[in-house]
DNA sequence: CGTTCTTACCGTCTTCTGGTGTTATGTTAT
DNA sequence: ATAACATAACACCAGAAGACGGTAAGAACG
């Protein structure tokens, strides 16, 4: 199978990225029994098993006897979309040019996406900082840091996104206000922005109230799809960051509706 | 030096080991340089400042230019008091002695406790559960788990109690009502329970209110400390749980104000 | 201005955990 | 009852991350 839009193969650790590649082969066909991986995949039936449980764990697959089946689109989507996701380099570039708005002392609010991890990496130079999130990578990350102010943002885990959601999270969202916000979604359009999930979005428009300054994270996969539920206007950002990959086709038509777009460079 | 009430030596990293034995060390000197280390410990000058470094991450001594110092004792006592704590076995004990008051279906809050974070490890077969936390290490661990339903308590981080609090924590905490909560302190007399640090206590008192049914977690340790702030008498518990090595002559005085205390066997 | 202490960087070593297969035991369907 | 499938229990291996020291550059103190 030759899967991924571009380039980029690696950067996932060897499992993830088998799992992965076993659910995007699972939706295709729709439900496949736990030998056809074994020959699909060339590995041993325990690892396949060991996969599969991971990924019932994370909501994205059913697992009966017998075999497996693909769970409803949207659980899958937003996870396979973004377990595969590679384009490391761009977002390391878009997290540089992000970090360009940051001045230490500041408060900074993240969602829970790749993009804003990526971010996580460079804050230990712009201390202090006060951050808060609601993904749990990054606030494993954060908790080492010095001189950062972590506010966790609680919530109800999910496994699928590995981050905190659903009320408890959006009522820890609305008692803050912070001078930043770094947030990402599943797709853009040319006027708005997009989001597979609702709860997901429950808690996006939380942190889009919470924060003075709105800057949204896009690498250029995200323009080409689509997703359900419409989350902003694009112009309820202050600023959007896409990376460089981007073609201009795509670039115009955000700026005719009034978004100001920046282009990270590589 | 022989430090160590009772055997148990390792259960811990040897850095991390080491810089509990170090943090001691300073405590009892008040304060020495960092030369002084690297002949007590026979490592490197790097290693000391490393070791140094993280302490005073964590909160627990205060480098200047020539050496360090102890921090103010409540913030020592509750950190190192819980790294180089062992009685790993007699945690265990009282971790299964409290899951048998756990049934499929219930809600459980757990503090950020050792205590509690024993218990995590036997709640894979009492599925489903609902469990509330704001320590990050149980977190971590119990997003790992299928079929529970994970409730993150946000808040500050604290380096020292690797947890989260504040008033963010304890508002969290009153949006919530479990059957269950588990939680531990750092010290009990007859009457009371106590612990070193306000904003605990302010995290562990909205605990006590949003529970039905309050359970105390002491290993023997505890009961001969003394720490600062009253947290609550013991009535409020509806069962102290004490280790098999807790002496009779301590554990009676509780019994008599009141208590109903429960002895965890190994 | 020099001494002392600290940090930054690099290379090496070790330790450790994650990933895997194999075999054995358990469970469900036919 | 038996075959197919699933889980559990070891044991092995490798890659990665951590721990550590040394040296050199930097900062603070006298």
Redesign the interface.
Known sequence: MTTDVDGDTTELSRPARRQAEIAAYVVKHGSVSANDLVEAFGVSVMTVHRDL?EL??QGVVRKYRGGVSAQPTSVFESNVAYRLNTAHAEKAAIARHARTMIEPGMSVMLDDSTSALALVDLFEDITPLTVAT?F?PA??K??QL?DI?????????S?TH?S?GGM??A??VE??HTDLLFCSVSAVSATHAFHQEEEIVLVKRAMLRSARTKVLLVDHAKLQRTALHRLAPLTDFDVVIVDEKTPKTLIDPLRDHGATVEVAKI
């Open positions: 449980d019932e764990r609601n749990l606030i494993t954060l908790a010095r102010t972590l506010l966790a943002l609680g919530g109800i885990y496994a590995d905190f408890p999270c009522e820890a008692a803050l």
